[in-house]
């Protein structure tokens, strides 16, 4: 169906639909039809969440929590917020200066549509969560978009943060690890690009770390108002239950920040959506204070997902992959692909032609790296079990030695 441009708010004529979640209509789509797809496409853990969250859910509702709560979230799970922003990130937070919101997305959204106005720029590190741009798109405002490449560990560096710093430059976004490279910033890295900031004091931070506790290898996870406690009056420390506890469809959010910002969202909040669901709260209440052991086990097996793609796309020629350091993703480099063809005699021009034939010829749904910013990369989510995986990375590595120069 067309739609008429002029019926849309432009700024939402422009922005353009998810491209994760097309492929997984895509999927959808192909499994309604009777094929068989291995969706590594998806960006959520494929565990249950655990039982005593699930419980508390239960318990809320027979309880009879199940009304509206206060816009910014109920206070205990707002204390439990702050208690859990000193016990892991060492930030003295007060339960007033957090909000609750529906998803870590909200909050994003909350934060920018709460501050931004037309003309102002967005600093956004490639690649990217394909959500940033769009939603700074709209904000009415611009995304400046710096690339970040395999040769910087796909991290911003300080002279690439000091040259994308405009005077209209209102915001710097960082995701860290990272979604789709993995990439972690050291306390080394997140120091130097606090001294850049604390240089230009209008420019906010948006620290986006929903996935803190997804990171392998002993290393040690750092947040930006950690590390330089002179911008905690700025940076806006975003963060949720969906990653870490397996709550996806939970949709619980938060985020700290100075209190005017706090108060802005909130206010822009309850002209949106309200409160978050009270049942989910009470969920996330049980996350934040109950046994933490599900994240070290999560942890473990992701890192042995990691290894097992690692070391099955090497067979695959034509792929090159970064060994990432957290989340649950790995961004392969598809360029040796790029010109050839496949047994269905398809030329692969581009990273997007090389996720529509690994899907409609090997099965395989994966997200092209050019819908994060950067290409021609392909996205692999290893959130899937052991088994499957294996028999993913089988059918990639068939397909990668069937093409045709």
């Not at 590190?125 to 690339?147: D, K, R």
């Not at 473990?300 to 020629?317: G, Y």
């Amino acid at each position: 169906m067309t739609v008429p441009a002029e019926v849309l708010n432009r700024f939402l004529a422009e922005a353009r639909p998810s491209a994760t979640y097309k492929v997984m209509d895509r999927v959808a789509a192909r499994r309604a039809s009777g094929a068989a797809v291995i969706s590594l496409s998806a960006g959520e853990p494929d565990f249950d969440t655990p039982e005593h969250i699930r419980e508390a859910g239960i318990a809320a509702i027979r309880a009879g929590h199940t009304r509206y709560t206060q816009v910014a979230g109920l206070r205990a799970l707002r204390e439990a917020i702050a208690a859990k922003f000193e016990r892991e990130n060492g930030l003295n937070v007060d339960w007033r200066d957090t909000l609750v919101c529906n998803g870590g997305k909200q909050v994003i959204f909350n934060a920018l549509a709460a501050t931004l106005n037309e003309g102002d720029e967005v600093v956004v590190p490639a690649p990217y969560w394909v959500s940033y741009p769009e939603i700074v798109q709209l904000c009415g405002a611009m995304s400046v978009i710096v690339p970040c490449g395999a040769e910087s560990g796909f991290k911003l560096t300080a002279d690439a943060l000091q040259a994308a710093i405009t005077p209209r430059t209102r915001w710097l976004i960082l995701n860290s690890p990272s979604n789709p490279t993995g990439a972690v910033y050291s306390r080394a890295e997140l120091q130097a690009l606090a001294e850049v900031l604390l240089a230009h004091p209008r420019v906010l931070v948006l620290s986006d770390d929903i996935y803190e506790h997804l990171i392998f290898d002993g290393i040690e996870f750092f947040t930006l108002a950690q590390v330089e406690p002179r911008l905690r009056d700025r940076v806006l420390t975003m963060n949720g239950v969906s990653k870490a506890y397996a709550m996806t469809g939970w949709r619980i959010g938060f985020g700290t920040g100075p209190g005017w910002l706090i108060e802005a969202m909130e206010k822009l909040q309850g002209q949106q959506t309200s409160g978050a669901s009270t049942i989910s709260q009470h969920a996330a209440v049980a996350a934040l204070t109950g046994p933490q052991d599900f994240i070290q086990h999560s942890r473990i097996a992701f890192q042995r997902r990691r290894e097992l793609v690692i070391e099955q796309l090497a067979q695959a020629p034509g792929l090159r992959c970064a060994v990432p350091q957290g989340a649950f993703y790995v961004f392969a480099s598809c360029e040796g692909l790029i010109g050839k063809t496949t047994r269905a005699g398809v030329h692969l021009d581009s990273d997007e032609a090389v996720v529509n034939a690994l899907l409609d010829e090997a099965g395989v749904a994966t997200v092209h790296g050019s819908a994060f910013g950067l290409g021609p990369y392909i996205r692999i989510a290893y959130a899937l079990d052991d088994k499957s995986l294996a028999r993913a990375c089988a059918a990639i590595q068939d397909f990668c030695t069937t093409l045709a120069d």
